[in-house]
């Protein structure tokens, strides 16, 4: 790695130094892998990191989610749309006070990984063993005492789940979390604004409700239909990435829980082309880049081969909807035989609502899904990479029901591995300073022992008592500097909720997740572009602590 750029290499190409431009999105080619200047370094901000070993030449197919993995939205105009449209529902439809509409939502709050516990109205960062590290009730942290006494009982620690609890583990979650902690310090200091039968659960169950009534009236999709710019991040790397997969023999396929109007508005504003003026055309010449798009897929039901969903095919003019018998037209009333719908002047791609997995696989012409998952020949020779930002409803059903492949999109990850390679000197002196905790402390234990169980004289156990005191002092002088250190470290990351993969020296809950159901993760979607699509993705060695001290790092 190069400490002054924040780089490392890639591949084979140890002898090759040079900084890829990524452009602005203003026309600009991009630097893929297949280009010229391809196979170079890459920027750390957009590896894709390994947690199993995942041959690219085995994935026949590669699947995209598109709401935050191929459209990245921008939280401080699309969140804040969300906020305040559910703040609107509230007040208008479900009786709350009028003050709320004066509230502003900050987006840098709260993080993906958190918990709420609905019934006590706090929000809580755990480690990955579910203890909890970091507690807010509303924006008032817990203390120590409180966390221990209310979260510490194994019992409740193995508990987080639903219905008493809540998981943020996606970046759309951002906004009901902030208003709810809002909720619950409104209600402490305000107890006569609400009735007595509305207690901390109730308020969440209200900011679901609202939030589910902003996506049934299309408020929040009219919006971003309007200004898709606005709301959501260009990344011109997306094409060339879709080119060079089809290119190298896959299939690509989308399937999004988005219905086919508000797909095709995305995806036009993603990969539809530019007029000299410099505005877009609104066509349908994204279609060619998938084989097969499936529009309203009720994921994560959709994975599961049994579910009754039935299939339809869409007229991408139109919008028309045909009924399919496993993606196969139905004859109609009327007609002799049943008739394809036009596709838009693409023919390779068909456009179809919900269904499930193993419509899918048939339209894709891949295995079963079982066959996937329980053929051991099958599923190391022929996969599916799946690419989504959803823990529960894109990475843990398609890899523990189906046996795909999978790789997480996690935004803050850009930033976050950047200030770790920024911070790599005050995470040694960090573990400097814990390492001298603990050798004071074996000095004290062993003095302690002396004056205990040693037969010595009166004037060496006045010396003894008076190295142990300074010991002690020194102790806490250390500890003080140790946990100084540490809020500063933890603040540089995130001014409440420090490291998104850390809370103190474990993983946190959501590090654990990714690790446990995520083959490949990685800041955006389009850093696939920056490999070979026949790459071996290799984990990392996995340290025990003993060999931490042995093994150089």
């Known amino acids: 790695m190069d400490g002054t750029r924040g780089t490392a290499l890639s591949g084979n190409n140890s002898s090759r130094h040079v900084q890829m431009d990524f452009g602005d999105g203003g026309g600009q080619e991009p630097c893929i892998w297949s280009s010229p200047e391809g196979g170079r370094v890459i920027d750390i901000g957009k590896h894709i990191f390994c947690n199993r070993s995942l041959n690219m030449k085995n994935i026949v197919a590669v699947g995209f989610d598109m709401d935050y993995t191929l459209a990245q939205y921008k939280p401080e105009t699309f969140e804040s749309l969300a906020y305040e449209g559910t703040i609107r529902k509230l007040v208008y439809d479900l009786g709350y006070p009028r003050e709320l509409l004066n509230w502003s939502f900050d987006w840098k709050y709260m993080v993906r990984g958190l918990v709420l516990d609905k019934k006590r109205g706090n929000i809580l960062k755990m480690d990955r063993h579910k203890y909890v590290k970091v507690a807010y009730h509303g924006f008032k942290e817990l203390s120590k005492e409180d966390k221990v006494c209310t979260y510490g009982s194994t019992l409740i620690r193995d508990a987080f789940d639903e219905p008493d609890y809540a998981l943020i583990d996606t970046l759309f979650s951002l906004a009901?979390?902030?208003?709810?902690?809002?909720?619950?310090?409104?209600?402490?200091?305000?107890?006569?604004?609400?009735?007595d039968s509305t207690d901390y659960a109730r308020m969440y169950k209200d900011v679901r409700a609202a939030v589910d009534l902003c996506h049934r009236d299309g408020t929040l999709k009219q919006m971003v239909a309007k200004d898709p710019k606005r709301y959501i991040n260009e990344d011109i790397s997306l094409v060339p990435m879709l080119k060079m997969l089809r290119d190298s023999g896959r299939s690509t396929f989308l399937v999004t829980n988005s219905l086919w109007d508000y797909t095709n508005i995305v995806m036009n504003f993603l990969c539809s082309s530019r007029t000299v003026e410099g505005t877009r055309k609104c066509n349908f010449d994204w279609l060619q880049h998938f084989d097969v798009v499936i529009t309203g897929s009720a994921k994560p039901s959709f994975f599961h081969d049994d579910s009754r969903a039935n299939l339809f095919e869409v007229e991408p003019k139109s919008g028309m909807l045909l009924n399919t018998d496993n993606g196969s037209p139905m004859p109609q009333v009327g007609e002799i035989s049943p008739s394809l719908s036009l596709k838009a002047g693409n023919e390779s791609c068909r456009v179809f609502q919900g269904g499930n997995v193993g419509h899918l696989h048939r339209l894709l012409s891949i295995e079963s899904s079982s066959q996937v998952k329980h053929s051991f020949i099958y599923a190391s020779q022929f996969a599916v990479l799946y690419v989504g930002d959803h823990i529960y409803g894109d990475i843990l059903r398609s890899k523990k029901v189906l046996?795909?492949?999978?790789?997480?999109?996690?935004?803050?990850?850009?930033?976050?591995?950047?200030?770790?390679?920024?911070?790599?000197?005050?995470?040694?002196?960090?573990?400097?300073?814990?390492?001298?905790r603990d050798l004071i402390e074996?000095?004290?234990?062993?003095l302690k022992w002396?004056?205990?169980?040693?037969?010595?004289?009166?004037?060496?156990?006045q010396k003894v008592s008076s190295e142990l005191d300074d010991l002690e002092a020194r102790r806490e002088q250390v500890r003080l500097s140790h946990q100084e250190a540490q809020r500063e470290n933890h603040q540089k990351f995130h001014k409440v909720w420090g490291q998104l993969m850390k809370t103190g020296y474990q993983n946190s809950r959501f590090a654990h997740q990714v690790e446990r159901f995520a083959c490949l993760y990685t800041s955006q979607v389009s850093n696939l572009s920056l490999?070979?699509?026949?790459?071996?993705?290799?984990?990392?060695?996995?340290?025990?602590?003993?060999?931490?001290?042995?093994i150089p790092m």
């Open 403 to 436: 046996g795909w492949r999978t790789m997480l999109v996690v935004p803050e990850l850009e930033r976050e591995v950047e200030l770790l390679w920024k911070l790599r000197d005050t995470r040694k002196q960090l573990r400097l300073l814990r390492n001298q």
């Open 442 to 446: 074996d000095k004290i234990h062993h």
């Open 531 to 550: 490999y070979s699509p026949d790459k071996y993705y290799r984990p990392s060695e996995d340290f025990m602590p003993h060999e931490f001290d042995i």
């Open 450 to 461: 002396s004056l205990k169980f040693d037969e010595i004289s009166g004037p060496e156990k």
């Open 176 to 195: 009901e979390a902030y208003l709810f902690a809002q909720l619950v310090d409104f209600r402490d200091n305000n107890p006569g604004k609400f009735p």
